[in-house]
């Protein structure tokens, strides 16, 4: 038998807010201005992996003459540069879910590849900042996804069963990793279609943050969905 529904774990980039371009710009532009071109092929393997083990297979790709530290420094400007000038976009049904859970009094986390200051950047830039009970960067623990280090972390710090948290994730390394915490988790691919290891480790394969909310209630027990 399942735990009942207790918590929500929201991935952060490309699933709440649609930070992944303007990340792919900066990686492709800084990598392309030090003379290692990134095709869209080889960055879409970086989604939804914490930087570290994405730095691993740019040094694996271009040999250790790949300038890493100077590619450290350049892309995080172009990426703020790029935010401050575009905005982060939240996505579509993410404050229906958040006020949904609100009203329901279910905790509400963050569970984001990214590090700290990149996620507290983000959200605040999002309108998002405050709405969270716990937010889990990728520093924080260690392995990044697919590992469920991650997950796991958020689920002790919320104080709940994995098996009673469901996770919404965009990618399949986000996937991974929320299943392998055990716990029951939306897929809401962002772009690119599903891989098929991807839909397997999903509770749900969903096409909106609305379809989630909408499941989500019928997850609930019968005194608190609708």
Known sequence: MQTDLGAL????DGL???TEPIYKVAWQAASAELGYPIDDAF???FVGRPTPACE???LAAFGAAFPLERFRVRWPSLWRAEAVASGIQRKPGVLECLDFAKARGLPVAVATSSDADYAAFSLRHAGLDGRFDIVVTG???ARGKPAPDIYLEASRRLQMDPAACVALEDSEAGVLAASRAGMRTLLIPDGAPPTETAVRAAFRVLDSL?????????????????
């Not at 774990?9 to 952060?12: C, G, P, R, S």
């Not at 379809?211 to 969905?225: C, K, Q, T, V």
């Open 9 to 12: 774990v929201f991935d952060m």
């Open 210 to 226: 609305h379809e989630a909310r909408d499941l989500i209630s019928r997850l609930l027990p019968g005194r608190l969905g609708e």
């Open 16 to 18: 709440m807010i649609d």
């Open 56 to 58: 691993e297979d740019l």
């Open 43 to 45: 960055y879409a393997t």
């Open 139 to 141: 520093e924080q623990v």
